[in-house]
T-cell receptor, first 109, second 112 residues
Framework: GQNIDQPTEMTATEGAIVQINCTYQTSGFNGLFWYQQHAGEAPTFLSYNVLDGLEEKGRFSSFLSRSKGYSYLLLKELQMKDSASYLCAHWGNNNDMRFGAGTRLTVKP | EAGVTQFPSHSVIEKGQTVTLRCDPISGHDNLYWYRRVMGKEIKFLLHFVKESKQDESGMPNNRFLAERTGGTYSTLKVQPAELEDSGVYFC??????????FGPGTRLTVT
């Protein structure tokens, strides 16, 4: 089976740092993705992890631990425009992508 | 470079009718994916094409859904006959390499 769990909602202050966690239990693994989705828009690709460790890309970083079935997305120097849903997605052995329900992040001034 | 395009952007149909959604991937992208997000639920994978071949269609909910990609370019997703629970946003995504998918704007389908 495939369970992808992430918090439903988070709130943070502009300029702060926020970490969004994602855990997964799946039968195959080809990678772990993070997408950003603003309301009414399509998801946009943020990051991809296939090896353990931290991948840094500007203000956003993503971490993966395959042995723990765990990933997080770290957002630094939060801006108001970062208010969006953040989707954790698991890429399986059949090239299928399974999404979590998403974490709705609200950035407050 | 044009992104993934989907048509129509919105569709409102009655239960029992047929609807065909279209997706035009980014030029040169062999991989094409269909997803669906039902209100209040997570995005669900439907199927994956590599060129004109169905690589994985394990996410297709039932035989009322038919996806095609003739010629390996654009793809269509037909729902026939539509049911109330088919309402949602249907996303298409394409990729050159499997791990970086570009999503289209989605088609919002409402079945009344």
């Amino acid at each position: 089976g495939q369970n992808i769990d992430q918090p439903t909602e988070m709130t943070a202050t502009e300029g702060a740092i926020v970490q969004i966690n994602c855990t997964y239990q799946t039968s195959g693994f080809n990678g772990l993705f993070w997408y950003q989705q603003h309301a009414g828009e399509a998801p946009t690709f943020l990051s991809y992890n296939v090896l353990d460790g931290l991948e840094e890309k500007g203000r956003f970083s993503s971490f993966l631990s395959r042995s723990k079935g765990y990933s997080y997305l770290l957002l630094k120097e939060l801006q108001m425009k970062d208010s969006a849903s953040y989707l954790c997605a698991h890429w399986g052995n059949n090239n299928d992508m399974r999404f979590g329900a998403g974490t709705r992040l609200t950035v407050k001034p | 470079e044009a992104g993934v395009t989907q048509f129509p952007s919105h569709s409102v149909i009655e239960k029992g009718q047929t609807v065909t959604l279209r997706c035009d991937p980014i030029s040169g992208h062999d991989n094409l994916y269909w997803y669906r997000r039902v209100m209040g639920k997570e995005i669900k994978f439907l199927l994956h094409f590599v060129k004109e071949s169905k690589q994985d269609e394990s996410g297709m909910p039932n035989n009322r859904f038919l996806a095609e990609r003739t010629g390996g370019t654009y793809s269509t997703l037909k729902v026939q006959p539509a049911e109330l629970e088919d309402s949602g946003v249907y996303f298409c995504a394409s990729s050159l390499r499997s791990y970086e998918q570009y999503f289209g704007p989605g088609t919002r389908l409402t079945v009344t």
